[in-house]
């Protein structure tokens, strides 16, 4: 039986000290909850806030915490970087389709689900819009489950229903959901756009996240047909291939004619698109991330950055040096299934600099303390703005000259000296 209160903090004053919460993430995190339980947390101790990636969390990542409320992250986010490298946050490194199975196998201890979802249905049912990841599974095994009911969240389809009996106590807050609208990369990235394009051949599926790379990439495929998508996350750079029928995901071996994802982030127009969209399925992110299922469809294909690599092929994406950034997310997850399926391949695109050109991301050696996120015998296309590697199959010499090739040329004899080459 849902209760259903008047104000956020009757809600959340029914958390209480050494609670283990689940925050839902993404463009759905509950940041107006979040500013509540801020407040409330204050009066208790030692309560932790799992998560992924969380937007307008920095009410919960005020110093004044310390000792109230943990940050554990099994991705960094801007709010919770700082913490984390200073020690008083933890990161976990964990492959993106592994996070469910922590919960559900009870490794990982779950006390409250704090969700935000849309207003029930004639059915009595809920959704949880535009991000169901790792929530789904959270909310299966939370021995509570709070919900901010929002009037602005879209309702979607796929796994992200949910009964509002299920719901333990629930608010309406009328909060916009935190969107980004589509910027046309140019330079750097434009060029590496281009490149990556090149490499997409008519009926492949595609992997990509958020950002410029991807972004560019989907601009330079307005020649292409029958693509698809089985991504982890999409943003606004899908909707014009998919209003010109450029993606129509006709030759999808598994959810044909569906785009399959585990959460969206974008533009207003974006969450207008999956809004009540059937041929947009929001699933489990165990099921979405899983190699086994990725390889189904043929000519998988994934896009993925990274933050440096070295001359081997190493692919570090979750950290720099040290210094904790981002997080592991799904890029070995569809690394590895991209390269089981039939005609499928992985690519690795990159700026060639970072620092406004005064260091290379390329580099003899992972800076000291930095994580490997893709091993080097997984990667196959490496692209940055000075054109396209492939690594597969190549020895470590091979590897060598084809990664300083597409190296910033005022670092190339920098690299070829650092070798002996």
């Known amino acids: 039986m849902t209760v259903v209160c008047s104000t956020a903090q009757e809600v959340v004053a029914h958390i209480k000290s050494g609670d283990r919460i689940w925050c839902h993430s993404m463009a759905a995190t509950p940041y107006r909850m979040l500013e509540v339980l801020a407040e409330h947390a204050i009066e208790l101790e030692n309560v932790e806030l799992l998560q992924l990636h ?3 969390a920095e009410a919960v990542c005020h110093p004044f915490l310390e000792g109230h409320l943990r940050n554990r992250c099994y991705f960094v986010s801007h709010s919770t970087r700082k913490l984390v490298n200073e020690g008083k946050a933890d990161y976990v490194p964990i492959f993106l389709s592994e996070i469910p199975k922590l919960f559900r196998s009870g490794r990982q201890p779950i006390d ?3 969700i935000q979802v849309s207003p029930p249905d004639q059915h009595g049912n809920c959704s949880l819009g535009v991000s169901v990841e790792a929530t789904l599974a959270a909310c299966s095994v939370a021995k509570m489950v709070i919900a901010q009911i929002n009037p602005s969240m879209p309702r979607t389809h796929g796994d992200a229903g949910i009964p509002l009996k299920l719901i333990d ?14 910027v046309e990369p140019s330079g750097t990235y434009g060029d590496i756009g281009r490149h990556v394009a090149e490499l997409i051949r008519d009926g492949d599926c595609l992997q990509m996240g958020i950002g410029s790379i991807p972004d560019a990439v989907l601009m330079n495929l ?7 998508i089985h991504t982890e996350m999409f943003s606004s750079g899908v909707l014009p291939l998919v209003e010109a029928g450029v993606i129509d995901n006709s030759r999808k071996v598994i959810h044909q004619g569906k785009i399959v994802t585990g959460f969206v982030m974008g533009s207003k127009k974006l969450y207008q698109f999956v809004d009540d969209n059937s041929e947009v399925a929001f699933l489990d992110i165990e099921y979405v991330n899983n190699p086994a299922v990725i390889r189904k469809n043929p ?3 994934s896009i993925n950055s990274a933050i440096q690599i070295d001359l081997t092929g190493q692919v570090c994406a979750d950290s720099i040096g040290d210094k904790v950034y981002s997080g592991f997310g799904g890029q070995v997850d569809f690394v590895t299934g991209s390269q089981l399926s039939e005609g499928g391949r992985s690519i690795i695109a990159l700026p060639s600099t970072a620092l406004s050109g005064q260091q290379s991301r390329i580099v003899p050696h992972l800076s000291p303390g930095a994580g490997v996120v893709t091993s080097r015998a997984q990667v196959d296309y490496v692209v940055t703005e000075y054109g396209v590697a492939y690594l597969h199959g190549l020895s470590l010499g091979e590897r060598r000259k084809q990664l300083i090739s597409i190296a910033h040329p005022g670092f190339r004899s920098e690299l070829e000296a650092a070798v002996g080459a």
């Open 222 to 228: 307005t020649g292409h047909q029958h693509l698809g």
């Open 169 to 182: 106590y629930a608010v309406e807050i009328d909060s916009e959901i935190p969107s980004f609208e589509l």
């Open 299 to 301: 000519q998988a294909v």
């Open 112 to 114: 409250v689900a704090l």
């Open 54 to 56: 969380l937007e307008h």
